[in-house]
Antibody, heavy 119, light 110 residues
């Protein structure tokens, strides 16, 4: 069974750093792109970027380039999303999702990590 | 404001057939396949339709997708109370390396 298990909810202050994780199991982790999707409170879905764990090839949405860093550790089948300096506007639910082999849709999703940034 | 345009809301009564539209352009829907996602309240999105009209295993055949030119639609027949959710369309953009999502449609079952 394909599973993407995300790390738990986080509460941080503005300016703090954060790294959240997404661990894949039940499939060959290095054979699929993993994407990150943001959902701000009461809002829609926004694609942030994707990583190919086999070689850490990364593609960012122009809207998120320079604001977040995506990485992966294929030895532990885990992808990461990190911020160096959080803002209140980063408060959102963040989902990881597996991109299909064909590449043009996300076939499995994690349950999400809620990040709250507040002073 | 999303590049893919969906109506913010839709509604229907149990047993009814409802459709949700998704409008884009030649650089997204017009040149790439479309997918649909269902997000039940308080849960993660779930793939509902891919490659315009294909259903993943486990998705009831009450759900169907279609695409024509730069527009697409999701149809739900035999509406059930458990279908009450947010529905998102998505298509790859020619200049993107990932999907563009529609703004989402909140479906209410009356």
């Amino acid at each position: 069974e394909v599973q993407l298990v995300q790390s738990g909810a986080e509460v941080k202050k503005p300016g703090e750093s954060l790294k959240i994780s997404c661990k894949g199991s039940g499939y060959s982790f290095t054979s699929y792109w993993i994407g990150w999707v943001r959902q701000m409170p009461g809002k829609g879905l926004e694609w942030m970027g994707v990583i190919y764990p086999a070689d850490s090839d990364i593609r960012y949405s122009p809207s998120f380039q320079g604001r977040v860093t995506i990485s992966a550790d294929k030895s532990i089948s885990t992808a990461y999303l990190q911020w160096s300096s959080l803002k209140a506007s980063d408060t959102a639910m963040y989902y990881c999702a597996r991109q299909s082999v064909a590449g043009l849709y996300f076939d499995f999703w994690g349950r999400g990590t809620l990040v709250t940034v507040s002073s | 404001q999303s590049v893919l345009t969906q109506p913010p809301s839709a509604s229907g009564t149990p047993g009814q057939r409802v459709t949700i539209s998704c409008s884009g352009s030649s650089s997204n829907i017009g040149s790439n396949t479309l997918s649909w996602y269902q997000q039940l309240p308080g849960t993660a999105p779930k793939l509902l339709i891919y490659r315009n009209n294909e259903r993943p295993s486990g998705v009831p055949d009450r759900f169907s997708g279609s695409k024509s030119g730069t527009s697409a639609s999701l149809a739900i027949s035999g509406l059930q109370s458990e279908d009450e959710a947010d529905y998102y369309c998505a298509a790859w953009g020619d200049t993107m390396n990932g999907p563009i999502f529609g703004g989402g449609t909140k479906l209410t079952v009356l």
